[in-house]
């Protein structure tokens, strides 16, 4: 550039004016030029030598590093079940969230800092919570801002808290072979096992082939247990984990059923319990639950047993082993750089229950958050072109909303009602439109299969929190405009059988400025929606029952808007679980109409639905005798 520059300059007001003839003056000039060229030139050839060399040792360095630190790396993606970025593939559907680049440096700070880190939390063993390691004395601080529960003293870092390797989980049985699940309860173990750097699955699983076992999970008495059946084997769409799968056939234990909102079970007339009420229910109903879990295992394993022999039972259901997902195993993971190590939330109030609830922060990169959060407002707005159809658990639950919203007077009656459904018929859904004004959560769903992000989720969910891929149900991303919560349930049922929610992981997609926090007022813990963060929690004790201690709500968005990601996680998997269930026939609608369900009036308990399950068909058969 500098070269082209100096020649037009010398060009100019010289050759021109020359007559042909070069002045000694020109002679000089061009003379000073060529030798000031051949100087530039000689520079940067020198420059170019130099960066040769500076390339070559990069280059030399690059691979003398890549060699000591290539398996570190490769593990910290490995660990996450994350492919490098070379090695991933970039199959973008609606629901895919590009993952974020490794950023190499951070990685090789990571590395660094190990051992320093290590010989802190080693220390830590004997001075627990109180000298946490770097990162996470950083995140201790932030909890405190954000879980105003939190005493920093009280906010332990997993590191110091591993598993011991007696947790063991069953895998999906291997040739019929029975499989044995040995397990502990690894909450409150400490062990000082070196904290290996890298968390390696196999201290943390381990899967014995064995005979007979404990009563409630002895695979051999519950053989083949059949979760749904279809009319004929054309309806089974899917089996193949890696493919989205749905099924088309209808199903009283589908994921649906349990995965409801409608059928939480939250207590009807005194939605947040006080702490002497629940604490003594709790018990009650731990008792009374423990013992209908007996009679009820007993009287389906008669059932199951017709189904074995029932021909109309597709292979793949009869054959259909569940797997038990009985308690969590939090650890500390590397997610693309990031380091990322539990932190158990203390209950802020005396409580008899096993509930604990951990959370992660940067669970999730920013990309991720933003990707997900993007899918979801494209598919709410895609699926809002037609107005949702209404439904409701009960008159009224209806009335309530009425008279809410200053229309007490207006009069309901079942035949506002899609017949066969708890929908109100759609005059009557535009009408209550414009009276409730849109004042709901959206959820939209995803399937596995259904996206690169559900898979590279669930490793990492696996990873870090000891939760089995196949026991985990659908994804779903849920926003509440400003004003708007979520009433205070359990995402337990207390009598359902086993193939319940034993676990949520929740990610929060976005920071909220004000409000919106999961609240659980039983054990005085709620936390902030910050961006990234992931809570965890079990909503089950390890012998599968709910835990009334685990209500939780939503607390109203003050100021912002709040996403979230979440993913329930089953005590016993079933056939129909993770995959995407049929459309009911009923109510009539448009492809694609959505749904709006609001029960047990609180504040914030309706919530827009795009996709429809049958849970409001049977529950209308259920109460259509009684609306009145
Ligand atoms: O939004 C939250 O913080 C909690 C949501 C929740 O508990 C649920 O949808 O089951
Ligand atoms: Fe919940």
Not at 178 to 201: A, Y
Not at 236 to 254: A, D, G, H, L
Not at 310 to 327: A, G, H, L, S, V
């Amino acid at each position: 550039m500098g070269k082209k520059g100096r020649k037009q300059v010398s060009t100019d007001g010289t050759s021109n004016n020359s007559g042909g003839a070069l002045s000694e003056r020109q002679n000089e000039r061009f003379e000073l030029e060529a030798r000031f060229q051949r100087l530039e030139e000689s520079h940067i050839h020198r420059q170019s030598s130099s960066d040769v060399y500076k390339f070559v040792f990069f280059f030399i360095m690059g691979v003398a590093l890549t060699i000591l630190l290539y398996p570190k790396v490769s593990s910290t993606f490995d660990s996450v079940g994350i492919k490098s970025p070379d090695q991933q593939s970039e199959i973008y559907d609606k629901y895919t969230v590009e993952q974020d680049t490794e950023n190499a440096n951070d990685i090789i700070d990571e590395l660094k800092n190990k051992d320093q880190v290590d010989a802190k939390v080693k220390t830590n063993h004997t001075h627990r919570s109180v000298d946490l390691p770097r990162q996470s004395n950083k995140i201790t601080k932030d909890v405190n801002t954000h879980i105003d529960s939190k005493p920093v003293d009280d906010v332990e870092a997993e590191d110091d808290f591993i598993s011991n390797s007696e947790y063991k989980h069953q895998e999906p049985a291997v040739d019929n072979k029975r499989t044995k699940i040995v397990e502990d309860l690894m909450i409150g173990e400490e062990i000082d096992d070196g904290n290996s750097f890298i968390e390696n699955d196999e201290n943390e699983v381990d899967i014995e082939t064995l005979g007979d076992e404990d009563d409630i999970i002895n695979v051999s008495e519950e053989p083949q247990r059949v979760e749904l059946f279809s009319m004929n084997s054309e309806d089974i769409v899917n089996t193949e984990s890696e493919k989205p799968q749905s099924v088309k056939f209808f199903s009283m234990n589908s994921e649906d059923n349990a995965n409801d909102p409608n059928k939480r079970n939250v207590d009807k007339t005194d939605t947040v319990p006080s702490r002497k009420d629940t604490a003594k229910s709790k018990n009650d109903k731990t008792k009374k639950a423990k013992s209908k879990g007996k009679s009820k295992d007993k009287l389906s394993k008669t059932k199951d047993n017709d189904k074995i022999n029932d021909p109309n039972i597709p292979k793949e259901i009869r054959d259909f082993k569940p797997t038990y997902q009985k308690t969590l195993t939090p650890k500390k993971v590397f997610i693309d750089g990031r380091r990322i190590p539990p932190m158990e939330l203390l209950p802020q109030k005396p409580n008899n229950s096993s509930v604990k609830i951990w959370l992660f922060e940067e669970f999730l990169s920013d990309n991720e958050c933003d990707n997900l959060m993007r899918v979801h407002k494209l598919h709410v707005e895609q699926q809002s072109k037609d107005p949702p159809i209404l439904c409701f658990d009960s008159i009224a639950t209806l009335r309530k909303h009425l008279e809410n919203v200053g229309k007490k007077k207006v009069k309901v009656t079942p035949l506002d009602f899609t017949e066969g459904t708890t929908c109100v018929n759609s005059s009557f859904s535009s009408k209550l439109k414009m009276w409730l004004k849109g004042n709901w959560s959206y959820s939209t769903a995803f399937y596995p299969g259904e996206s690169n992000f559900a898979s590279v989720f669930e490793q990492r969910v696996k990873q870090a929190m000891g939760l089995l891929p196949e026991n985990g149900g659908k994804f779903q991303i849920t926003s509440y405009p400003s004003g708007i919560g979520y009433k205070s349930h359990t995402d337990c049922t207390e009598d359902s059988d086993k193939r319940d929610r034993v676990a949520t992981v929740l990610v929060y997609l976005d920071t909220v400025d004000e409000g919106g926090e999961t609240d659980f007022p039983e054990l005085g813990i709620w936390a902030r929606p910050r961006k990234g963060r992931a809570l965890l929690w079990n909503n089950m004790d390890p012998d599968g029952n709910c835990e009334p201690m685990s209500i939780h709500k939503a607390n109203k968005v003050v100021n912002g808007h709040k996403y979230i990601l979440q993913r329930w996680y089953y005590y016993k998997s079933f056939y129909s679980l993770g995959k995407r269930p049929p459309e009911p026939p009923l109510p009539k609608r448009k492809p694609g109409q959505p749904r709006v369900s609001c029960d047990e009036y609180e504040h914030g308990s309706c919530r827009w639905y795009d996709e429809w399950n049958f849970e409001h068909v049977i529950e209308y058969e259920r109460q259509k005798y009684t609306l009145v």
